[in-house]
């Protein structure tokens, strides 16, 4: 039997300190870091399921939320930007012939409403349970299935090459900085959250914007989605329509260098 210093042997000497073993010392910080996991996990959970779905949940009820509150602001700041212009057209010291030019940028930043013949567009999923209409396609992947970004941006680019005068996304009018974007399967346009069907609405004349929609190339790629897998698509004439003046801001947003 050994009698080195650290042995537990009978012929250690009473009183004389053993020196920590490495195994010992790894253990504790073992034992140590599992309780603040623990810990961490419980003051994270606050006593609910941490493996339910319910923070996203959560999430998507706060887009919601803001999506309402960012359509209530747009309101407010065009009645308010209404009520300046008519406090400034009192008197205002322009003349005639600037009043007129004025009027015209307006009308073309999109900012006043427009009346005029229309048409609307209409996107929307297929049913989930789709399967292939035609015979030598394959059986739909979930992609397939719902409207995408390139699909809402390719009406409306058609309809613009159209000669629509001006264009309504869902109850937005679109200006000159307006970014027609998907996440997921929703819409966002302009700081609100749209979920399909998708309307998009043009002013301009029915016939040459109806011809403009036949004839994108993308337009027809997503009519083989829509004659295969049952996509939706409508094009309907609306007679005379008013689109909404664009009541957001108008300021540029911009990315900034890190200081």
């Not at 504790?28 to 003051?43: K, P």
């Not at 065009?78 to 008197?91: M, T």
């Not at 567009?121 to 992947?141: F, I, R």
Request: contains cysteine.
């Amino acid at each position: 039997m050994s009698n080195s210093a650290d042995s537990p042997g009978m012929g250690s000497t009473p009183g004389r300190a053993r020196r920590f073993r490495p195994v010992r010392v790894l253990t504790v910080a073992v034992f140590a870091l599992a309780g603040l996991i623990f810990f961490t996990s419980f003051n994270t959970a606050k006593g609910t399921n941490i493996r339910t779905d319910a923070s996203l949940l959560k999430l998507s009820d706060l887009i919601q939320e803001r999506s309402h509150k960012n359509g209530q602001l747009d309101e407010s700041n065009g009645a308010l930007r209404d009520d300046v212009e008519s406090l400034a057209e009192r008197d205002d010291g322009r003349t005639k012939a600037e009043d007129a030019k004025l009027a015209a940028l307006e009308k073309n930043a999109g900012t006043q409403k427009l009346k005029g013949k229309a048409v609307t567009v209409t996107l929307n999923d297929a049913p989930p349970n789709a399967t292939a209409k035609l015979p030598g396609y394959p059986e739909p992947q979930p992609d397939y299935l719902v409207i995408h970004q390139q699909d809402l941006q390719a009406v409306v680019n058609a309809l613009w090459q159209g000669g629509a005068q001006g264009i309504k996304v869902m109850d937005q009018r679109l200006i000159s900085t307006s970014a027609v974007r998907c996440v997921g399967n929703t819409l966002i346009l302009q700081g609100r959250v749209y979920s399909p069907p998708y309307k998009i609405t043009a002013v301009g004349n029915p016939e040459k914007l109806q011809k403009a929609l036949a004839a994108s190339p993308a337009i027809q790629n997503y009519m083989v989605y829509v004659n295969v897998y049952g996509l939706g698509w409508k094009v309907e004439e609306n007679g005379t329509v008013t689109l909404p003046g664009y009541s957001g801001t108008v300021d540029l947003q911009y990315a900034k260098p890190v200081e």
